[in-house]
């Protein structure tokens, strides 16, 4: 039998050191760590998206991303034929958002993060991921959050703040913590729920996933 190739997406800013974790079975599964690359001046995440999608080279590719990586995938997927994509710790339109994203968006205000301060890995860390986990962990996220590049911060956070994505993808198959607090799950519809999992469950939660993930990937549609 052939294997199913398996294209993973971090979040923003993330390094592929975030699925160092996930173990697939490798008699079915074969892996594949996409990352992020500086934008083009300009560049819309439609066109972004064209261009990180040329890095798949496999046919009928399953996509897997993680927060703002589970933004891209869905870009992706026009550009491909994937047999499946997944999204963790994502969501899947902007009516999905927290309110603060909403109002972010309203008034411009995200225009004012001064993300050059992101070059203190504190701050990045901060922003990506709450100011409650920071202390006892900063040195595991310093390994993590490796894209500190102004342009790309800059740019990342303006697409998932203005993302114009409406209508769900129904096919779109979102796993999301329960605890998450990034994306609080009330905003969200349709998801596989992961009890105890926060927005990095994909560091701390990676014996669920791969219990379930190979399972997951493996479903047929109904």
Do not use: C
Request: hydrophobic letters at 45%; zero cysteines.
């Amino acid at each position: 039998m052939s294997k199913i190739h398996v294209y993973f997406m971090p979040g923003m800013a993330a390094s592929p050191t975030i699925f160092e974790r996930i173990q697939l079975p490798e008699d079915q599964f074969e892996m594949h760590l996409l990352e992020w690359e500086i934008p083009n001046s300009g560049e819309s995440l439609t066109a972004y998206a064209q261009r990180i999608a040329e890095k798949v080279t496999h046919q009928n590719p399953i996509l897997i991303g993680v927060s703002f990586g589970g933004v891209l995938v869905q870009e992706m997927k026009p550009f491909l034929n994937p047999r499946k994509v997944i999204i963790i710790s994502s969501v899947k339109s902007n009516a999905e958002f927290p309110k603060r994203f909403k109002v972010a968006k309203a008034t411009k205000a995200y225009k004012l993060i001064p993300t050059a301060l992101f070059e203190n890995i504190e701050m990045l860390v901060k922003f990506s991921f709450g100011s409650s986990i920071v202390k006892q962990r900063l040195a595991l996220y310093e390994k993590f959050l490796a894209v500190r590049d102004k342009r790309y911060l800059d740019w990342a956070i303006e697409q998932i703040i203005n993302w114009d994505r409406t209508i769900v993808d129904e096919e779109i198959i979102h796993i999301h913590g329960d605890a998450d607090e990034v994306f609080p799950p009330k905003n969200l519809k349709n998801f596989i729920p992961v009890k105890g999992g926060t927005h990095i469950m994909i560091l701390s939660k990676y014996r669920w996933l791969n219990d379930n993930l190979p399972k997951i990937m493996l479903q047929e549609k109904v």
